[in-house]
């Protein structure tokens, strides 16, 4: 199983933007599918973003062109810059990752967009 840690969530104005951070523990993370999830309050959680091995990206359609996920394989970490958020960007972020069949979440990180 692979153990997930993520940072960098908060409150942030309409408009503003925030980076969330998913370390991963493993020797072979840079071989992982990575991604982001995201769950509102009543609704069910939703992939927003995700990275494969060879660094291709997938995005939700309401977060194109707002939303870049990246990932660092030296830190084994994968980012979400979220810029331009809107209060419909509200819920827990969860960091997904895939390998061997096997799939592992994170704990969560609360993003409030609110004024």
């Known amino acids: 199983q692979v153990q997930l840690v993520e940072s960098g969530g908060g409150l942030v104005q309409p408009g503003g933007s925030l980076r969330l951070s998913c370390a991963a523990s493993g020797s072979i993370f840079s071989t992982y599918a990575m991604g982001w999830y995201r769950q509102a309050p009543g609704k069910q959680r939703e992939l927003v973003a995700s990275i494969f091995s060879a660094g291709t990206t997938r995005y939700a359609d309401s977060v194109k062109g707002r939303f870049t996920i990246s990932r660092d394989n030296a830190k084994n970490t994968v980012y979400l810059q979220m810029n331009s958020l809107k209060p419909e960007d509200t819920a827990v972020y969860y960091c997904?990752?895939?390998?061997?069949?096997?799939?592992?979440w994170g704990q969560g990180t609360q993003v409030t967009v609110s004024s």
């Open positions: 997904n990752a895939r390998v061997a069949g096997l799939v592992s």
